[in-house]
């Protein structure tokens, strides 16, 4: 994964927060991506290369999987992404189920799984499959998105999250091709490559309200959420705005956490970073009806190959972390931590030298924002139902918890 970098990490993990400790949660994993939290007491983890999906109950590591898909995993391909759509916790649902005189408790979480699959002779797509959880395994598999995987074979993406709104998101990268989708004027019509879509958790179909509904239901435009997207491995719902926040990865020069707003377009491949720091101005992007180019709320002019971001939606580790964002590296196994401004629309940055550019430039600036280090090659990074931090390390193949000294 993200093998365009050379990642280099400290050999323990620590935290500046003298009040709190990391501690080894589940180890023995075998490059894991992704996590999604079923329960208070279970977890299913992803591995990228051998296509297992592995079961963390009450703590321990479950030795059979509980799926296993046959996946590319050349480079970024694998499988990637996972996010899960809580029935039980649904009104609506619940409210069905007792109309039939069904029984709540016995209703099924849908998980959903992003993964590269080979369809022989040569062909690979990027898929989205749903799942029935039955308290054992992950059974009923219905296909809901068929996307690109060619050429590759990186900036696949993967990552999943169900919306504030119950709608599925799901980031693909732009795969090295050159669309409209990646503002090139005269490159090829939009082929679900570097946008985030928007769809229907049950049948992968564009939803009404979306940022290009003006474009029709027959238009693949319908879909999507944003474009101009490179290539992601976070993305969060701010629990108090419910406005969708990203990570994104650049070339030589530029990672990004950007604020994705309706129709954002996020330049690529004709900006990264700063519009300001380029040699283009917005007229030189693609624009579809709908669409508004917006910069990042801040730019590592070295990129550190950004990966999960959360927002941590817990007390538990202190009131100042409460619905505030952490962000994970890969490059340097680093930790970020930012509080948000007053109007949640960007990072609280007038108290830390050198960052009112929103970019950070050099070492010193980097370790102002840094929050932890020694993680590995984070991954995935989410607030367990115990309240407490875990975050994925695919090059320790470990699930690391920040919580509590006392």
């Known amino acids: 994964m993200l093998t365009m970098y050379t990642a280099v990490y400290a050999a323990e993990p620590t935290v500046k927060d003298t009040n709190l400790k990391v501690e080894t949660f589940v180890q023995g994993l075998s490059s894991p991506t992704s996590m999604a939290f079923l329960d208070d007491n279970n977890i299913l983890v992803l591995q990228k290369d051998n296509g297992r999906v592995l079961l963390i109950s009450n703590g321990t590591l479950q030795k059979n999987p509980v799926l296993q898909v046959s996946v590319d995993s050349t480079s970024e ?35 959903f799984l992003y993964y590269t699959e080979s369809l022989g002779g040569g062909s690979l797509r990027n898929r989205v499959y749903s799942y029935e959880w039955d308290g054992n395994s992950l059974v009923a598999p219905k296909l809901i998105l068929d996307l690109p995987a060619l050429p590759g074979p990186n900036h696949d993406a993967g990552k999943l999250s169900i919306g504030p709104d119950g709608n599925l998101y799901a980031i693909i990268g732009e795969l090295r091709h050159n669309g409209k989708l990646q503002n090139i004027e005269g490159g090829p019509a939009p082929d679900d490559t570097g946008v985030i879509l928007r769809v229907n958790p049950s049948n992968g179909q564009g939803m009404p309200g979306g940022p290009f509904e003006k474009a029709g239901a027959q238009n693949s435009l319908y879909r999507y959420y944003a474009y101009g997207i490179r290539n992601s491995f976070g993305m969060s719902f701010d629990p108090v705005t419910s406005k969708l926040w990203e990570t994104e990865n650049g070339p030589s020069a530029f990672d990004e956490i950007n604020v994705i707003k309706p129709g954002f377009n996020g330049g690529w491949k004709k900006v990264f970073g700063p519009i300001a720091r380029s040699d283009v101005t917005q007229n030189d992007l693609v624009h579809f009806p709908g669409s508004t180019y917006y910069d990042p709320v801040l730019s590592w002019k070295d990129p550190p190959a950004l990966t999960g971001i959360e927002f941590f939606n817990s007390s538990k580790l202190g009131a100042e972390y409460r619905n505030n964002l952490f962000v994970g590296d890969y490059n340097n196994g680093n930790l970020y931590f930012f509080k948000l401004n007053s109007t949640r629309t960007g990072l609280e940055l007038n108290g830390l030298n050198g960052l009112t550019d929103l970019v950070v430039d050099n070492p010193k600036e980097l370790s102002e924002i840094t929050f932890g280090t020694g993680f590995g090659g984070i991954t995935d990074i989410k607030t367990g139902p115990d309240g407490f931090l875990y975050l994925v390390s695919i090059s320790d193949g470990i699930i690391y918890r920040v919580s509590p000294v006392i």
């Open 77 to 111: 391909r694998g499988l990637l992404g996972i996010t899960v759509l809580k029935h039980n916790n649904d009104t609506a649902v619940a409210q069905n189920a007792s109309v039939r005189g069904e029984d709540k408790a016995k209703i099924r979480d849908t998980v």
